[in-house]
């Protein structure tokens, strides 16, 4: 059976309460069965959707962090979710649900978060793997928005994780973005062709054959081979967000 397939059929129920299972049970409603409804202890089927559901709740809580959530931003998180996962049609159906009810709620995204902690305490490398899942959806739109931030960094205490692990996914996710801009000196307000343009222009300054060419010393090239990489691997970055953003 697939990772949520099982409760897409109406095979699975969650006798997990809290809010994740009340999440689930207001999206699939009387499909539930009797027999997965009667269980006393969750499966690891339950703990796998859990996850799941408690991904996308806490994704739209973070999307209306700023207040509001716009129909652009369900456009990506539903592009986002179809590009990212492997999902078959109902299970995608699922989760864009699972999103949008919890946008909606008036459960908080501590209550979601520390339900899951308490299901999954056990298994620190799935927390990681979840916190690390908010962190490239937040960034999606190549932006890190401030109160998105603010419930970010709750999650070490709630997990229980080391505070470093939030600045080493910020480092990740967020500073490689803001690094590639400046090494490019481009702003994120400029146009895919706009940067490509001064790319083009940086790279042929950089690079060792032109350089070789005018008889430059030998430290000079190493300094500018080091350089034309790191602009090609900045360029790459943008390109790959700015691709993400013309998905969305």
């Keep these: 059976m697939s990772l949520i397939g099982g409760i897409v059929g109406g095979m699975i129920g969650f006798t997990l309460l809290g809010p994740i299972g009340a999440l689930v049970g207001s999206v699939m409603g009387s499909r539930m069965t009797r027999q997965a409804k009667s269980r006393r202890n969750p499966n690891n089927l339950d703990h796998q959707v859990a996850f799941f559901t408690a991904l996308f709740a806490c994704l739209a809580k973070i999307a209306k962090a700023d207040g509001r959530v716009s129909e652009e931003e369900v456009s990506k998180i539903e592009s986002f979710i179809s590009n990212k ?102 702003t994120k307000g400029m146009t895919f062709e706009e940067i490509k343009k001064v790319y083009r222009v940086k790279r042929k300054e950089f690079h060792p054959d032109a350089l070789i060419s005018k008889g430059l010393p030998e430290e000079l090239i190493e300094k500018a081979k080091e350089k034309f990489i790191e602009i090609q691997a900045a360029f790459e970055i943008i390109e790959k967000e700015k691709k993400w953003l013309v998905l969305f």
């Design 85 to 186: 996962f492997n999902f078959t049609e109902d299970e995608r159906n699922f989760a864009i649900n699972i999103f949008q009810k919890a946008k909606s709620d008036n459960v908080s995204f501590d209550a979601y978060a520390k339900q899951l902690y308490q299901l999954l305490g056990s298994s620190p490398n799935s927390l990681l793997v979840f916190y690390e899942l908010l962190f490239e959806l937040a960034m999606a739109d190549g932006e890190m928005h401030e109160n998105e931030e603010r419930l970010l960094r709750k999650i070490p205490n709630i997990f229980g994780f080391d505070k470093n692990v939030y600045k080493d996914l910020y480092n990740k996710y967020v500073g490689k973005i803001s690094d590639a801009y400046e090494i490019l000196g481009v």
